[in-house]
């Protein structure tokens, strides 16, 4: 059943209860992980006078493999800032070579069950968002998280790369995870900047949407109507909104005010809870798409605000 | 004939020649009061087993019925429940991509250029065969109104609807994000520039748009995107809601009960 609503979204009250251990789940999930590998194999058919790209790999959450595409400027042997750009939930990360033009070390990662980084986790499309969603300990996002986190590890680690000059980019699953990533790796992050976060907001979402991938828990709940308060148990480690406080660096969020994936509900939402300096941009008319391609600029010129490039193109 | 109509007519006659072996599965998941959905299996040419993602909606029918061809990308997501309470819905998932990457698993990026070398061993000669079984396959269902069907997607609708003539309407969102694939291809073989055009001509969607009968509406010729997303999103929603006889919907109005 659905009704057709009238909504104004920056004034809707959205809460999601702090369970009382979500810093020790957070802490004990990334104690748990190893230290940071990183093996690296050149492309050269990817690569380019100014870039070179890199399939690396490293190992996560649980000693799985995680894959990346990671471009670096072509230089000379001065550091490079760095970059981690998280794709979106359907996406499969883009090999950045564009980022490295502008002359971010970049690490584009496919955190598990994306393509290349599949073979020991795969709950497929759909399914990733309903995957053991009634635990939160073996919730199918948990290594997800911990593989983005990781990403940035092994980039902070990398000889090439300035670790006091880090950012973090993505929109959706991308700025969701930016969102998280600020807040657990306070110490590395300097700024992020997050289109349209998803993963915000999640069990709200669920009755402000028919859109995936957040009708992915309205299907299971049809089958499964008996877990519901087990769910939202089970999402609360998850939800941005309960990560947005522990963030300390600046941020650059921006939304669509008629996104029916991520309903700017929550976009509004998570960034009223986002601590650090931050600017929220909104755009008329414009849904997921957050308001490309005039927010690219924007993004671009905040990026380079905080960490300094030097463009190689 | 030309060599253009030999290729694709040897992809009909292949297609053809294989059973399409339909499985049809309910998912109680994805359905409700007013709608049934169903995992879909097929053949095609290969042979190869592709997936589709199957809405029916209830009562007597018949129903205006649209296929959603595949995007470029490892996965699509089943049909936006709007479209499921308006039509009868299938989406296909070709060869490579989610659900249907067994045994082939497709790279992105890869896809694009692989078997680019050769019509005949061009990943894409399947694929469009892939959409082929799933208009087919759709317009088999006896529950479909005949006269409002349309076919969405990128060039591949596109292709669809030129190689399977019936279709009321054609909605194409313009070529996938490609280009830079196939430029990364020609700047590592130079020496295969010729061939590689060769067969990129064989599935020119300007070629393919002569032999459409259906009203067609093609992003970027005959509709620019003002990009303001869900302004777009109506424009194109309303254009084929018009063609097929429903009433146009918004994504961002249609709240859960």
């Not at chain 2, 509709?223 to 961002?252: C, I, N, Y």
């Amino acid at each position: 059943m659905t009704v057709t609503a009238t909504r104004d979204p920056a004034t809707a009250v959205i809460t999601v209860p702090r369970p009382p251990d979500f810093d020790e789940f957070w802490a004990r999930t990334l104690d748990g992980l190893p230290e940071p590998d990183a093996a690296l194999a050149y492309l050269p058919t990817l690569s380019t006078d100014a870039v070179a790209v890199f399939d690396l790999r490293y190992t996560s959450y649980q000693d799985v493999e995680i894959a990346a595409w990671y471009a670096v400027p072509r230089g000379d042997g001065r550091a490079f800032p760095g970059l981690v750009t998280i794709p979106g939930y359907i996406s499969e990360p883009s090999v950045p070579r564009y980022w490295a033009e502008l002359g971010y070390a970049t690490l584009s990662v496919a955190p598990r069950g994306k393509l290349r980084s599949n073979a020991v986790f795969n709950p497929g499309y759909p399914g990733l968002l309903t995957h053991n969603i009634v635990d939160h300990h073996t919730y199918g996002y948990r290594g997800f998280y911990a593989d983005v986190i990781r990403a940035l590890d092994v980039l902070a680690a990398r000889p090439e790369v300035d670790a006091q000059r880090i950012g973090v980019q993505g929109s959706s699953q991308g700025g969701g995870l930016g969102i998280v990533s600020a807040a657990l790796r306070p110490d590395l992050v300097r700024c992020f900047a997050a289109g349209a976060p998803y993963l915000c907001g999640i069990w709200a979402s669920t009755r402000l949407t028919h859109s995936y991938p957040y009708e992915e828990i309205t299907e299971y709940l049809r089958v499964h109507p008996e877990q519901a308060e087990e769910i939202q148990r089970s999402l609360a480690y998850y939800d941005g909104m309960n990560f947005a406080p522990l963030v300390r660096a600046p941020s650059y969020v921006y939304i669509g005010l008629e996104d029916d994936v991520c309903p700017p509900e929550t976009g509004f939402a998570v960034f009223g809870e986002l601590g650090g300096d931050k600017v929220l941009d909104t755009y008329a008319g414009c849904a997921h798409h957050a308001g490309l391609p005039w927010v690219q600029p924007k993004i671009e010129a905040f990026l380079a605000g905080h960490l300094t490039p030097e463009a190689v193109r | 004939m030309s060599e253009f109509d030999r290729y694709w007519r040897a992809v009909d006659e292949e297609l053809a020649a294989v059973p399409a072996g339909p499985v049809l599965t309910q998912v109680p998941a994805r359905s409700t009061v007013d709608f049934t959905a169903y995992d879909v299996h097929l053949t095609s040419i290969g042979p190869y087993r592709i997936f589709g993602f199957l809405s029916i909606p209830t009562g007597d029918g018949p129903f205006p019925a649209v296929l959603e061809t595949p995007r470029y990308g490892s996965v699509n997501q089943p049909p936006h429940y709007r479209d499921r309470l308006r039509y009868l819905t299938f989406t296909v998932m070709h060869r490579g991509q989610r659900l249907a990457d067994v045994p082939f698993q497709a790279g992105y990026p890869g896809l694009a250029t692989l078997g680019i070398e050769d019509p005949l061993s061009y990943v894409y000669r399947g694929i469009v065969a892939d959409c082929l079984r799933g208009a087919e396959f759709l317009r088999s269902r006896q529950e479909i109104d005949p006269a409002r069907t349309a076919v969405t997607g990128d060039d591949l609708a596109l292709l669809t609807a030129a190689r399977r003539p019936g279709f009321a309407a054609m909605r194409s969102s313009g070529p996938p994000e490609v280009e830079e694939e196939i430029a990364d291809r020609l700047r590592a073989y130079p020496e295969h520039t010729d061939r590689i055009q060769h067969t990129r001509s064989l599935f020119d969607p300007d070629r393919h748009a002569e032999s459409i009968t259906a009203a067609t509406l093609r992003v970027g010729r005959d509709l620019e995107l003002t990009h303001r997303d869900a302004e777009d999103d109506a424009v194109l929603d309303t254009w084929l809601a018009g063609q097929l006889g429903v009433a146009p919907m918004s994504k961002f109005g249609l709240v859960p009960r």
